[in-house]
Structure formats: C-alpha cells, structure tokens
C-alpha cells in the first residue's frame, strides 16, 4: 500500500485533476468543499475545552493537498500516512505541519491526543478486512467526546463512478457508501453517527452550499461525510 501512493508524490494534483477534468470542475473546488465541512465542524461541536488548543489529525493525509485550505481551522495539526514519499513532499508544502509514518496497524500517536481526526478518501483504499482496526485506532487517538469525520466518494454518485474509474490510483478502490461507514464507526465505538451528502452543485456560493445541505440526507452529492463522536 505504501509503494502505491509512493509513485504519486509528484503528480497526485494532477492525477487527480485528470480524473475529474470531464466535470469542468477542479481539484480546488473539492479541496475547499471538505476544508469548509471541517472548519464547520471545528466551529459547531464546541471542540475547544477551556483554553486548551484544538488539535486536529488528517489520517492518510498524501502530499497534504487539502492543508493549505485548513490554515488556522486547528491550533495545531498533524497529518499521518502509509506512504513516505507524500509524506516527503507534504513537509516541503506544508513546513509548519507536523507529518509522521504510519509503519504498523497502530497509528503513531498516543491515546486521546486529538480533538478531531479526519480521513479524506482514504478507507477505500484499506483493505475492507483491515477497516475495523483503522477505524479503532481512530477512535483511540480522540479524547473522550472528540470528533471523527469520514469523507468518502459516494458509491451511488455516476459521476463519481466515472471519476475513481479514470483515477489510476483508485484501481484498487472498493467504495463504502455512507451506511457501511456508519456501520464500521458504531463497530468502533462511536456514537451520535450521522452522515452528510455534499458536493452535489458545481458552485460554492452560499445558496448553493444551502441547498446542498437541505438535500445533505439523500445519497446524491459526490462525496460524503460521516462524523461521529469518541
Ligand atoms: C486518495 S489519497 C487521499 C489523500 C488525502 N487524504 C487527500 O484527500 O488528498 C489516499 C491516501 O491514503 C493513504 N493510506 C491508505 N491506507 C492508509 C492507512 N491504512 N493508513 C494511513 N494512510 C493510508 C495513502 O497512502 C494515500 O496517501
């Protein structure tokens, strides 16, 4: 798995611009929907205790292309990651994050350090039978009352089928819709599940980001999120 995303480090922005480019959207234009879902999310679910920082964690976060989008959203941010070649290039990106391996099953960090963890396009690249122990070491690393947030390509979305189908590095993508991701979340531990439908106008203007959020329960957008709380 490693070695997969290794080959990428150079090209990910483009790769990915290429799978999309029939949609007339742009990789921007994603970055900036899923960097405004957490900056929400940071915001609605009080995740500051007292004065305490908050400290968010982007699980299986590649060359850290959504990072610049999320500058000032945490007081601090780490990002993890299977492949060390991303990893390489997010720190040249992106020097004032902190990056580290994921060498085992076991995330590198200690229990409870995050207040959010977040994986964006990640967990169907995991192996479905190693899904259950990903989504336990999420849980672990979240103090009590943290935030998990799971951003996944909707399985039901045609044009998001076209997409992971045009995506070279999604050639081994078994898609999750956002019942299984529910599933596998409850399965860990978490409670209050709920799951958001976005990505489903070509526009990010507020009455257009309003719509979408009316239409947030119905399986339409390209993309999902289901959060869940430690
Ligand atoms: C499609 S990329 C998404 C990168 C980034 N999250 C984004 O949204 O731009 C998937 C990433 O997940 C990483 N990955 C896959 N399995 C992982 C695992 N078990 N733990 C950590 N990272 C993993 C890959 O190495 C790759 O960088």
Request: aromatic share 10%; proline share 5%; with cysteine.
């Amino acid at each position: 798995m490693s070695e997969h995303f290794d080959s990428y480090d150079a090209s990910y922005g483009e790769v990915v611009e290429g799978s999309i480019r029939f949609s007339g959207l742009q990789h921007d234009f994603f970055l900036a929907a899923k960097a405004d879902l957490l900056r929400r999310l940071v915001g609605e679910r009080c995740l500051r205790q007292g004065g305490a920082d908050v400290r968010g964690l982007d699980v299986g976060c590649g060359v850290g292309a959504l990072h610049p989008y999320l500058d000032g959203a945490f007081d601090r941010l780490d990002g993890c990651d299977v492949s060390q070649k991303s990893l390489a290039r997010a720190r040249r990106d992106n020097p004032h994050i902190t990056y580290t391996a994921c060498t085992t099953d076991r995330l590198p960090y200690q229990d409870g350090a995050f207040d959010l963890a977040f994986a964006s396009c990640v967990v169907h690249h995991v192996p479905p039978a190693s899904r259950p122990n990903f989504f336990h070491e999420m849980r672990r690393v979240l103090r009590q009352g943290g935030v998990a947030c799971i951003i996944e390509h909707n399985p039901y979305n045609p044009l998001t089928r076209i997409a992971v189908f045009r995506c070279p590095f999604d050639e081994d993508a078994v898609l999750l819709g956002a019942g299984e991701a529910a599933r596998l979340l409850r399965d860990a531990g978490f409670r209050y599940i709920r799951s958001e439908h976005f990505l489903l106008l070509p526009s990010a203007r507020p009455f257009a980001r309003k719509v979408e959020r009316a239409l947030a329960a119905l399986p339409l957008g390209a993309q999902y999120a289901c959060v869940a709380y430690a």
